[in-house]
């Protein structure tokens, strides 16, 4: 079992930058691949970013690619996610998320095993 608590969500203008962090519980989260997802509303949630259990292999939206950087410390059970170049696009609700570790990265909803309750990203033009 694994719980997720995201932070770092608030209120940005456009062209600046936040930080988001996922604190996870148990001692098993360097077992885990680890992405962020993000959701408007009236849309489904889609993918942002993915990091493998060893941080050696990620992948990025295309949306998202030069701008956004997802790093993990397992020694601290915490994953981020530095977001540089905000645009108003980018604003929804951001979800951390663990896959089942039969993944090497998490690219789908139906990847992820654990879901974290989500933080805000409001990016103002």
């Known amino acids: 079992q694994v719980q997720l608590v995201e932070s770092g969500g608030g209120l940005v203008q456009a062209g600046g930058s936040l930080r988001l962090s996922c604190a996870a519980s148990?001692?098993?989260?360097?077992?885990?691949?680890m992405g962020w997802f993000r959701q408007t509303p009236g849309k489904e949630r889609e993918f942002v970013a993915t990091?493998?259990?060893?941080?050696?292999?990620?992948d990025y939206a295309d949306s998202v690619k030069g701008r956004f950087t997802l790093s993990r410390d397992n020694a601290e059970n915490t994953l981020y996610l530095q977001m540089n170049s905000l645009k108003p696009e980018d604003t929804a609700v951001y979800f951390c998320?663990?896959?089942?570790?039969?993944?090497?990265?998490?690219?789908?909803?139906?990847?992820?095993?654990?879901w974290g309750q989500g933080t805000q990203v409001t990016v103002s033009s």
């Open positions: 998320a663990a896959g089942t570790p039969r993944y090497r990265v998490i690219r789908s909803n139906s990847d992820a095993a654990y």
């Open positions: 990091l493998s259990r060893d941080g050696t292999s990620t």
């Open positions: 148990g001692r098993t989260f360097s077992s885990h691949p």
